[in-house]
């Protein structure tokens, strides 16, 4: 199957304009001729029928004789001198031809009895009456000013035409150009990777830049998306992959009792579960709005999930005599998307236990009211200082050292951000009453639904 042709907008804008305007003012040019041309008419019945009146009025009031009747006839000519007349008058008793008078070419054309008639057109009037009761007269009447009349507003008509014709085609040049230009601006834009102001342009082309923009800003998100996932798999987790590699190779190098390879072991399980969990933070960081908005809709018993989820955690807790503390109601129902919320209360949980110190304290209480719910976090480690509150929810962000010496990949907080955003809540962080940061989430219930604990 062949390709359809290709075509341009300016060029069929400006076929149309031509094609409408010259319709519609062709439509009113013929309406105005049909009428001109029956009022001509109407015109030329009226000069007929008033001519005769005349004739025969102003002959009754002369002596009756051929010369009176000539004089009536060249009066009524002069009177009309753009019309053409012809008189026949015929005796009733033998219909003979009495007198005939009037333009020598038309007086050609008149019959030699009053039962016939001549041959007429549009611009012609044959008409008898009695003139007195002996004779009847003929008139035919050749229209002149009325018809010259008719004939110039035609020829003014269809000069309007033309004209109406000519400015439409420029008129659609001009549009089509226009037009053309403000599109080739926008494409010249996007292929820049520009966004496109849409003030100055018209509703609909506006209506359309707006869901090119909206089309755009999709893409460059899952562009950067997927820069996120490609940069995070290629810097962040090649190096902690190689230095596992190369203690375990350390660790084979030579025999070592149970005691050394449990360390080691354990040691790389923690690097293990780091490494875990930054793949799962790219994975939801990177996965598309569209398909985590589509677990929104899960109600879910958040306490009860806090107490099943945070139990690696809290070994990790007991390993580094730090006190995990939970302060959660028996129960409190939410709606949302449940694996994304438990990783991001996760990674704060894990932040906290990361800075805390030995025998610190790491608290976690949720709670809801009619706004919504809400669920804190807070430690004893140093806090974060207000100048750097802002940056710290930014991908491969990365602050100072933990006190075990190691430095986090970036990610954690920036998934609690992403997280709490699809939710259209909000995170902060600010000083914790227990002298360390305290990391504040707050999630709006859905619309008209009211959620209790």
């Known amino acids: 199957m062949s390709a359809p042709a290709a075509w341009q907008l300016s060029a069929r804008i400006t076929r149309w304009c031509v094609v409408v305007g010259t319709s519609f ?23 007929v029928a008033e001519e005769l009146g005349e004739m025969v009025a102003a002959f009754a009031a002369s002596r009756g004789a051929p010369a009176d009747f000539a004089a009536c006839a060249t009066e009524l000519q002069a009177s009309h001198p753009d019309d053409g007349m012809a008189w026949r008058v015929w ?19 008149l019959p030699e009895t009053r039962a016939l008639a001549p041959a007429l057109d549009n611009n012609s009037r044959w008409r008898t009456t009695a003139l007195t009761p002996e004779f009847t007269v003929g008139l035919l009447l050749e229209g002149g000013r009325e018809v010259a009349s008719e004939r110039q507003f035609l020829s003014v008509a269809l000069a309007t035409v033309a004209c109406a014709a000519g400015m439409s085609f420029l008129a659609g040049r001009i549009l089509g150009r226009r037009i053309g230009g403000v599109l080739r601006e926008i494409a010249s834009e996007t292929r820049a990777g520009h966004t496109t102001a849409v003030a100055a342009l018209p509703t609909e082309l506006g209506e359309v830049v707006l869901a090119l923009n909206e089309g755009l800003a999709r893409i460059r998100g899952e562009s950067d998306q997927a820069r996120l996932l490609a940069s995070g798999l290629a810097h962040e987790l090649r190096s902690p992959l190689q230095n596992l590699l190369l203690q375990a190779e350390v660790v084979l ?6 005691a050394e390879y449990r360390g080691a072991l354990a040691r790389q399980i923690v690097e ?9 933070n790219l994975v939801t960081l990177c996965a598309p709005p569209e398909a985590r908005r589509a677990r929104h809709g899960e109600r879910f018993d958040l306490a009860a999930e806090i107490g099943l989820r945070l139990r690696g955690e809290e070994e990790r807790a007991r390993r580094a ?20 919320l438990m990783l ?10 990361d800075w805390s110190p030995a025998g610190g304290r790491v608290e976690v209480r949720i709670g809801s009211d009619d ?3 809400h669920l804190q976090v807070d430690d004893q480690g140093p806090g974060v200082p207000e100048a750097e509150r802002a940056r710290v929810f930014l991908p491969f962000e990365r602050g100072p050292a933990r006190p075990d010496g190691r430095v986090g990949y970036g990610l954690g907080l920036a998934l609690v951000r992403t997280v709490v955003e699809l939710h259209q809540g909000t995170v902060r962080v600010t000083s914790s009453p ?19 604990e």
């Not at 940061?437 to 959620?451: K, V």
């Open 371 to 373: 706004n919504g719910v």
């Open 434 to 452: 227990l002298g360390g940061a305290s990391f504040r989430l707050e999630i709006p219930h859905p619309p008209g639904e009211a959620l209790r």
């Open 25 to 47: 003012v062709a439509l009113l040019a013929v309406i105005g001729v049909v009428l001109e041309h029956l009022e001509t008419q109407q015109e030329l019945d009226a000069i």
């Open 272 to 280: 293990l579960q780091e490494l875990i969990r930054a793949v799962d």
């Open 344 to 353: 991001a209360l996760r990674n704060l949980v894990a932040n906290a236990l």
């Open 253 to 258: 190098l030579r025999e070592r009792d149970p």
């Open 91 to 109: 005796r009733d008793g033998d219909g003979s031809v009495w007198s005939s008078l009037g333009r020598a070419q038309l007086v050609t054309q």
């Open 321 to 340: 005599n730090v006190a995990l503390v939970r302060l959660l109601p028996a129960s409190l129902s939410m709606r949302g998307d449940r694996e994304s």
